[in-house]
């Protein structure tokens, strides 16, 4: 090869999901395989671009942002120079062949790219499936996701959220009721082979009942020590209980906490009032600023609604200005709410709001990563199948030790806390909320997005149309939003390009 070539840089910026900084949210988090890539081997094959599962967005008008959006999901950001490369094998070439093609660009540096390119699938052997000869080459596909349990400490509340799916009577879990929760997820986590347990303390309001959490969380702590367990907890409140003394016992705990906002001022109000019908705004943005100052990074849930939806670019500069992890869900109708038309999701609301937050992201870039809340369920920071974990890896426990599937089905339970293994039974369940995969809904399975978005909320979609093997009522607005949100995280990693923290970074 010729070396005497024009010295071309190029840079390769890659987003590796096993270096960012992910925060959850209050969601059943969908159990996906992450390959594990090793290196390829590439001398003397016939290397292609990814076909059809390849994304290409334009960041500006020097980088592009490539993304395959099939199985394998991964996701790049390209110079110019790059670029050209990965246009080279727009067609079958070898190495030789396409360095002969590339005359300005250093041959060493080139090779490199390259190799990167077909490493991370962006060019495939032209006569196989995978850029892998074969799993070996892969590396393993390991689960990625924990066994998940929502432990419903109280069905009690001081708010009356006009979207809540609970009725709010006076029940509370016994010590007794969590204790035998929690056994029950640990033995549904070793029979199944999962090797991190994931609690949510939740309600209700959590915090009426904090002295059950400190508790069940202790033992928790005992039995992931005592099985080998990694264990993790947060608890999903709305902010309005949290004291100094709290906020200090969570971090002893390693506890997250995850708070509800859904705009500043009426915005939030309009869906968030006390029992006595004033806003919780004011309480809610103090327990936060409360949090921050006392060493406690909450994660903020904001509930978007077309009520709602014009005040998302107000409280999304209030979230950046204080470098909050972030998750924008939306609205979803139950039995309760529907009589609250407006809250409804009507498109054209919702894109211009979202796309108006969109804007204020990009002009306050984050170093955290969004992808995983930024658009719904639809979590664009990880291929998968399935939209939730709901019947693969998510258990429900209400007060009384009855398990359901889906939070918001917590009132049509499935199993109880004294069966052996109570994830088996939530699997084998035909007769609940079914979470199929997005490879069986019909308007799914020609998209190009179906590995990020896997067909929306299967509840969502049962509602709207009494079917759950068919595409989400959201769709429309889920294309109309995925690319910008793709180019936003390419903005961000040329922003945080120089962060080993934020991007794992490649210069040929």
Known sequence: MNTNRKNTRYDVMLWNHSFAFLEDDDCACSQSLTRIPKQVGIDGLRLQAGGDALKTI??????????????????????????????????PSTVTDAMRR??????????????????????????????????DDCGPAVPSSPLTS????????????????????????????????????????????????????????????????VELH???QSLAEQHGLDLEGVVLSNGTLLTPAMVEILKSLRLRLMISLDGLGQHHDMHRRYAGGRGSFADVAEAVDLALANGLTPNISVTVSSRTAGGLPDVMAWILERELPFSLNFYRENELSASHEDMRLDEQKIINGMLAAFK????????????????????????????????????????????AKCQMHIRKPITDVHVADPLAVIRADQIGIQNISVEEKEGCKTCEWKYWCAGGCPL???????????????????????????????????KYQDDPEVVQKIVA
């Open 460 to 494: 969502a979609t049962y509602r709207a149309t009494g079917h759950y093997d068919v595409k989400s009522p959201n769709c429309n607005i889920y294309k109309a939003l995925f690319p910008e949100a793709l180019r936003l995280e390419g903005l961000r990693l040329l």
């Open 218 to 220: 202790h033992y928790a």
């Open 102 to 135: 590339l005359v300005d660009l250093p041959a060493e540096q080139a090779v490199k790219v390259v190799q990167q390119l077909a490493t991370l699938g962006f060019l495939q052997p032209s006569e196989q499936d995978c850029a892998c000869a074969s799993e």
């Open 58 to 91: 334009p960041v500006n008008s020097q980088f592009q942002i490539i993304a395959r959006l099939d199985a394998q999901g991964s996701m790049a950001v390209l110079g110019l120079p790059g670029q050209r490369v990965l246009d080279v094998f727009a067609n």
């Open 150 to 213: 929502w432990l419903h400490l109280t069905d009690r509340c001081n708010l009356r959220c006009d979207y809540c799916y609970l009725p709010h009577v006076r029940e509370d879990m016994s010590s007794e009721t969590g204790r035998a929760a929690i056994d029950a997820t640990f033995r549904s986590a070793i029979a199944n082979g999962f090797k991190q347990v994931k609690l949510k303390y939740a309600g209700g309001e959590p915090l009426l009942r904090f002295p059950l959490i």
């Open 360 to 403: 204020v992201i990009e002009e306050n870039l984050p170093r955290r990563p969004f992808l995983g809340g930024i658009i719904d369920r639809a979590n664009l920071s990880a291929s998968h199948t399935h939209t939730c974990g709901v019947g693969q890896n998510y258990l429900v426990f209400d007060q009384r030790g009855q398990i």
